[in-house]
C-alpha cells in the first residue's frame, strides 16, 4: 500500500485559511489522492479528491503537485466545526477493492 | 437518502464472548467494508464485502469475520472477544466503480471488552 505523511497536528484561528499538507513521493501514475475527516465521536467523512489536476468543492480545495509527489488540502475559511483529523489516502485506480488505508492523520484545532 | 446506518451504537461484553454488529448501507451500495478503530492502531481495515462475497481481507485473526446478504446488508463477527478487542468498529458504503468513488461511513459502534 502506497504511504502517505501528513504533520500530527496542526492549529488555525476560526475564518483564517487553513493549509493541510500530505506528502506522497510515492505515489504511482494511476492513484487518486483522496481526503477524509473525522470529526469527534463521528466516522470519517468524504472531503474531496484528485487525480492530476486542483480540484475544488463547496467543502475544500485540493491543490497537486506537478509531480503528484505531495498535495495539500486547503479550507477557505476554517470554522470551529472543521475541527478534526484529516487523512491524506492514495487509491489505485485499478479497482477490485474498496479498501481504505488510513496513516495516523493530521489534528486540526481551530482556535475561536 | 437515508446514510449507513449501523447497530448497536454501545456495546459492553465480557472476555470469551462473542458479539455481532450490524451494518445497513446506503440505499444502491452494494460493497460494504469494516473498520476497526483504536487509539493505539489508528483506523484499520478489517474486510470488504460485495455481492455477499468478501473480496478483500486486512490482517486480522479468524475471530473476526462477516457475511453480507443479498439486501447488501452486511454483519460482522468477534468470537472468544478479549480485552484488545475494545475499539470503534466502523462500516463504510460505497458504489464499487473505481478509485474515484467515495466512501461513506456509519457512526460506528464502540465494542467495550471487560
Known amino acids: 500500500d502506497a504511504k502517505t505523511t501528513q504533520p500530527n497536528s496542526m492549529e488555525s484561528n476560526e475564518e483564517e485559511p487553513v493549509h493541510l499538507p500530505c506528502n506522497h513521493s510515492t505515489i504511482s501514475g494511476t492513484d487518486y489522492i483522496h481526503w477524509y475527516r473525522q470529526l469527534p465521536s463521528q466516522g470519517p467523512e468524504y472531503v474531496i479528491h484528485g487525480l492530476t489536476s486542483n480540484v475544488n468543492n463547496r467543502m475544500a480545495s485540493l491543490a497537486i503537485a506537478e509531480d503528484r509527489k505531495s498535495s495539500t488540502l486547503i479550507l477557505h475559511r476554517a470554522t470551529l466545526r472543521d475541527a478534526a483529523v484529516y487523512y491524506c489516502?492514495?487509491?489505485?485506480?485499478?479497482?477490485?477493492?474498496?479498501?481504505?488505508?488510513f496513516g495516523k492523520g493530521t489534528k486540526l484545532t481551530v482556535n475561536p | 437518502k437515508a446514510g449507513v446506518t449501523q447497530t448497536p451504537r454501545y456495546l459492553i461484553k465480557t472476555r470469551g464472548q462473542q458479539v455481532t454488529l450490524s451494518c445497513s448501507p446506503i440505499?444502491?451500495?452494494?460493497?460494504v467494508s469494516w473498520y476497526q478503530q483504536t487509539p493505539g492502531q489508528g483506523l484499520q481495515f478489517l474486510f470488504e464485502?460485495?455481492?455477499?462475497?468478501q473480496r478483500n481481507k486486512g490482517n486480522f485473526p479468524g475471530r473476526f469475520s462477516g457475511r453480507q446478504f443479498s439486501n447488501s446488508r452486511s454483519e460482522m463477527n468477534v468470537s472468544t472477544l478479549e480485552l484488545g478487542d475494545s475499539a470503534l468498529y466502523l462500516c463504510?458504503?460505497?458504489?464499487?466503480w473505481g478509485a474515484g468513488e467515495t466512501q461513506y461511513f456509519g457512526p460506528g459502534t464502540r465494542l467495550l471488552v471487560l
Open positions: 440505499s444502491g451500495h452494494r460493497s
Open positions: 489516502i492514495l487509491r489505485p485506480a485499478q479497482g477490485g477493492s474498496e479498501k481504505l488505508v
Open positions: 463504510a458504503s460505497s458504489q464499487p
Open positions: 464485502y460485495f455481492s455477499e462475497t
